[in-house]
């Protein structure tokens, strides 16, 4: 057999393999898909669900309405419980079997059947930002070609593991899939049992680094990375440690904090302690607040 004709058996392959555990999630003018990944268990991206009723269409036409388990839109990842039956759930590739030159197969709901195109991973550790703006890292970036509406879809190996969620489309033809490592899997289960992560909030709103610097000048002070606290929530963990307007944050539990993502991952690190040191800069006076994320008395 020629390497057309084994391109050929593998898509064919892979397409019947998946072609019942995906589905297509109607809203929008584009929709998106979804992955069946266990007995009722539909997994998406987080942005591809608006409220907690979706209507779902799987590959045979049957349509059902599906009631949103969890999100975790930080990770940009969703969980919708449905009636599955009939569909077969797709199973798990091993973690560690995702390596540059790999060749992948995307599988995508379309209005009546399953779209499945074919490229390699280029690279295990890009990053995009998610729909509040956080940066997600690790994601696996590869050429299969995929049409808009594609996210939500399914990444598969060879064998028809299931690898990756495609999420983002990036410029030159690439798109990118959240890896379903064991880390992933856990949240999915979270997520199915409507265990929806509330990651710490400070309660503020920050200005870009180059208008800090503007202000700073403007009224004479010196320089310095951080982020501008331009407006405070009240009753937020913030005003209750004494965050004011016109603070400027330079560090996060001892570490420098030269944008948004440095914040963000001191959150993240922050989200079992229930607190964060910050040091803040006002005017001329350095200090540090110790800000609680408990839920005020």
């Known amino acids: 057999m020629g390497a057309l004709e084994e391109l050929q058996a593998a898509v064919t392959s892979v397409a019947a393999a998946a072609r019942s555990g995906i589905v297509r999630i109607d809203g929008g003018w584009r929709g998106a898909s979804g992955v069946v990944v266990g007995d009722g268990n539909v997994l998406t991206n987080a942005h591809n669900v608006h409220g907690d009723e979706i209507g779902l269409v799987f590959p045979d036409g049957r349509t059902v309405d599906g009631t949103l388990a969890g999100v975790d839109a930080d990770s940009d990842l969703a969980v919708i419980t449905a009636d599955t039956a009939g569909a077969t759930p797709i199973p798990w590739a091993p973690d560690g079997s995702v390596t540059i030159g790999l060749p992948v197969f995307a599988a995508t709901a379309t209005s009546d059947d399953v779209r499945v195109t074919w490229g390699t991973v280029s690279s295990v550790s890009r990053a995009f930002r998610g729909p509040r703006g956080r940066r997600i890292r690790g994601s696996i970036e590869h050429t299969a070609a995929m049409a808009p509406g594609s996210s939500g879809s399914a990444l598969l190996d060879a064998e028809g593991r299931l690898i990756g969620l495609n ?131």
């Open 167 to 297: 999420t983002n489309r990036v410029d030159g033809g690439f798109y990118l899939a959240l890896p379903t490592d064991a880390g992933l899997r856990t949240r999915v289960d979270a997520l199915s049992q409507g265990k929806s992560p509330a990651p710490p909030r400070l309660g503020v709103a920050i200005a870009p680094a180059w208008a800090a610097s503007r202000m700073r000048r403007a009224v004479g002070l010196p320089e310095r990375d951080g982020l501008l606290v331009r407006d405070v929530e009240s009753d937020s963990p913030a005003e209750r440690a004494g965050i004011t307007v016109g603070d400027l944050i330079v560090e996060a539990a001892g570490k420098p904090v030269g944008g948004s993502d440095d914040l963000f991952d001191a959150l993240a690190s922050a989200e079992q302690s229930h607190s964060l040191a910050l040091t803040i800069v006002r005017g001329a006076d350095e200090r540090t607040v110790e800000v609680s994320f408990e839920a005020a008395a």
